[in-house]
């Protein structure tokens, strides 16, 4: 992404489009007063105190469901492209444990040709199943997101668990932030990164799945953990 890009205004956008469909335009008003002071280029300590004040005033003006749903719509995607492949083999082959193992190798193929970690990172990746595939247990899948990207080799080499718990997380809005440890978000706000999952899966089946947290970062865990609740 371009260093012009905004994505504090980005993220403010769908999530005001979330609330005014699972809410009412009235409710997203109340709920996003004062996000237009909100941008790439304000303090970080303002924005996470924003994003906290956000988010606990959906929780107190909706129901649990509804704070969900809207946070899950906030996500970073998959491009569609990429998932039309799957959605297609799950059409011809109507084996989802099929589609695991075809998403599970191009996700190795990935992540050793175009990060181009050290072998050993690889494969712990693999043997801890971190990645978009997940592991298939009954009917859910759990996922286990690798960490950002631009510092997964960072992460691997330190020992800090605070400061490792801040260079896995994928959300540029609080990654600063979680090197304090006295800052945390409602946990409802990291169904914004189940999103992703929720996604992927929806466009591959066609149908609604249930995203359940059940490891976040923001709240001490190493690593982010959903169930995909097929």
């Not at 959906?58 to 946070?71: A, F, N, P, R």
């Not at 992703?196 to 899966?201: E, F, G, P, S, V």
């Not at 059940?214 to 097929?230: N, S, W």
Request: glycine share 4%; with cysteine.
């Amino acid at each position: 992404m371009s260093e012009s890009f905004d994505f504090d205004k980005y993220w403010i956008g769908k999530l005001a489009k979330g609330i005014s469909e699972e809410a009412g335009d009235k409710i997203a008003k109340e709920v996003l007063e004062g996000s237009d002071d909100i941008s790439k280029d304000s303090l970080r300590d303002d924005v996470f105190a924003w994003s906290d004040k956000v988010v606990r005033k959906l929780e107190s003006l909706t129901s649990d469901e509804t704070t969900k749903e809207v946070l899950l719509s906030c996500a970073c995607h998959q491009s569609q492209k990429a998932l039309q492949q799957y959605r297609d083999l799950y059409v011809e082959k109507e084996d989802i444990d099929f589609i695991i193992q075809k998403m599970q190798e191009d996700f190795e193929v990935f992540i050793k040709n175009e990060l181009k970690l050290e072998d050993k990172y690889v494969q712990e990746i693999i043997d801890r199943r971190m990645g978009f595939a997940g592991i298939r247990e009954d009917n859910k899948i759990i996922a286990t997101k690798i960490p950002k990207s631009a510092f997964i080799k960072k992460w691997f080499e330190e020992t800090d668990p605070t400061k490792k718990r801040a260079l896995f997380c994928h959300c540029p809005r609080i990654r600063d932030a979680l090197v304090d440890k006295e800052k945390t978000l409602p946990k409802s706000y990291c169904y914004c990164g189940g999103g992703y999952y929720q996604d992927i899966w929806e466009t591959i089946l066609q149908k609604p799945v249930d995203i359940e947290i059940l490891e976040t970062v923001m709240h001490g865990d190493e690593v982010c953990k959903f169930a995909i609740h097929l």
